[in-house]
Structure formats: structure tokens, C-alpha cells
């Protein structure tokens, strides 16, 4: 699909001066089948890290890009931007961590449950990164018109670190529901399994607080939250080179993380 269609821009657009091209961290670890189960460099992961010993989609897709654009001989140039976790209002994304905590919290709610930790402790305890959705628009923005940014690779994270154990506490608030923390490994469960067949409470909880109609799977992604719940190491990137190559944007996380919930609830996407 990106190739159809760089195959028609590329020559055929003679004002195309750039093309981004939005990957992300599994560059570094791999795809999710193979997280886990082969060698990844130790973090923070730096842009001049060599590729992967693995099929990955994202190489594939860089590589389409390089060729593609080297038709016009230098006369466009590409940037690779590679974010961590999006935090972002994107309510029928399959990746949307905000939007999928935020059911999560109001099924929780509606069945007056505890809002409980699924996942391992690394994750609980340990630093993760995320990169607010505007940020990954700014720095892409900036990449398309900054010269210093041509034909080059960038990670895009918020700058700052969190833990799962400061966000849940703010997830809970939000949803006015209890919570709970790390309780074990015993402890952990999956999601996708905890979820299953809470589609009637979903409708239920749209038509009592009067939301925009979605279905669950449309807003909702158990296997993406499990699978970020539950990685077994940090993973982090650097942000140097992108500071050096002269973009110093950042966001606050935990600000970013409150301000999306916040927006889907006004859009009446979540109670």
C-alpha cells in the first residue's frame, strides 16, 4: 500500500518536497511475535542501532521509502519518526492505550468493580515512555520543513519517564472507581479474557450516559493493553539526537495522559 502510493506521488507530484513516514518501537524489539524470543539492543534505544536479524514490517517499509523517493533524485527528502506508547483521541484505533483503560475503568465502574492491575511487575514498577500524539505531529511538522532534519531517523517520546503505578491511581480518579496495584504474579490475568463478552455492558454504559455509539472492539483493544501490561524489561529511548538536530519538543506525560482522558470524555466518547 505505501508503495502504490509514493509510485504515484514521487513522480508524479512535482511539489512534493518530503515524505514522513511513522513507524515506531518495535523497530528496536522486533515485532510482537518475536518479543521476548530474540536479541534486542539494551535500552535506550538510539536511532544508529543496527537493524534487527528478524522480518520486520517497519524495515520493509523504510526500505520502500528509500527507494521510492530516490526516483527524483535528491529532490525529496524523508524523515523516519519512531514514537513508543501514542497517547492520543483516536477512539477506533487498534493501539489507543486511552482509549482502552478508559472502558476498562467505566466497565469497572458500571459492575462496581475494582479497577485492578492486570500485568507483570516490571511494568508496574518499572520506567516506561510514551509520546503525546500532537508531539509526534510537531516533531513531524518540523521534520518536513527543517533542513537539518532531511533523510534522517528520529525517536519521538515525551522526553520524561513514568511509571504504571503513578498513571493508575489517575485512571481511578478519573473514573471515580477503587483500584488496585501489583498484587503478584499469581495475581496477574489477561485482559482479553477479563474483557470477553462485556459487549452488552458497553451499550448499556453508552446509552445511560448517552456517548457517541461505538462497539467495543471498535474502541477497545484488550490484546494491545495486555501486551503493554505486561512486558518482562524497560524499554526506552533516547531523544538526543533529536535534540541535536535542533528539535527540543517534550511533553509532561502524566498531563498528556489526564488531558486525553479528559477530551473523550467531553467528546462523549467515554462516561
Known amino acids: 500500500m505505501l508503495r502504490n502510493v509514493l509510485s504515484v506521488l514521487v513522480p508524479g507530484c512535482p511539489a512534493l518536497a518530503h515524505v514522513c513516514l511513522q513507524t515506531g518501537r518495535k523497530h528496536y524489539i522486533g515485532p510482537y511475535e518475536a518479543i521476548g524470543k530474540i ?16 522480518p520486520n514490517f517497519y524495515y520493509d517499509q523504510e526500505d520502500v521509502l528509500f527507494e521510492e ?73 518540523w521534520a518536513a520543513v527543517d533542513p537539518l532534519a532531511r533523510n534522517e531517523a528520529f525517536n519521538c517520546s515525551n522526553g520524561d519517564l513514568y511509571k ?53 472492539q471498535e474502541i477497545a483493544n484488550w490484546w494491545f493493553l495486555d501486551a503493554v501490561f505486561n512486558v518482562k524489561c524497560e524499554h526506552l529511548d533516547s531523544m538526543n539526537k533529536s535534540k541535536e538536530h535542533g528539535f527540543l519538543g517534550f511533553r509532561n506525560t502524566a498531563k498528556s495522559f489526564n488531558a486525553w482522558i479528559d477530551k473523550m470524555k467531553v467528546l462523549k466518547i467515554v462516561p
Open 164 to 216: 504504571w503505578k503513578q498513571l493508575w491511581p489517575m485512571v481511578a480518579d478519573r473514573f471515580g472507581v477503587e483500584w488496585a496495584g501489583y498484587e503478584g504474579e499469581d495475581s496477574q490475568f489477561m485482559l482479553a479474557d477479563a474483557m470477553a463478552g462485556k459487549e452488552a455492558v458497553w451499550a448499556e454504559i453508552l446509552q445511560e450516559n448517552e456517548l457517541v455509539t461505538t462497539e467495543l
Open 69 to 141: 523517493v530516490s526516483r527524483r533524485d535528491g529532490a525529496v527528502s524523508w524523515s523516519v519518526h519512531r514514537p513508543s506508547v501514542v497517547f492520543g483521541f483516536s477512539p477506533r484505533s487498534a493501539m489507543n492505550v486511552v482509549a482502552s483503560l478508559s472502558v476498562y475503568a467505566a466497565i469497572c465502574r458500571k459492575e462496581g468493580a475494582m479497577l485492578r492491575w492486570p500485568g507483570s511487575r516490571v511494568a508496574w514498577e518499572g520506567f516506561s515512555d510514551a509520546s503525546d500524539a500532537d508531539l509526534v505531529a510537531e516533531q513531524e511538522i
Open 39 to 54: 536479541p534486542v539492543p539494551d535500552p535506550p534505544y538510539t536511532e544508529d542501532m543496527p537493524r534487527l536479524d528478524y
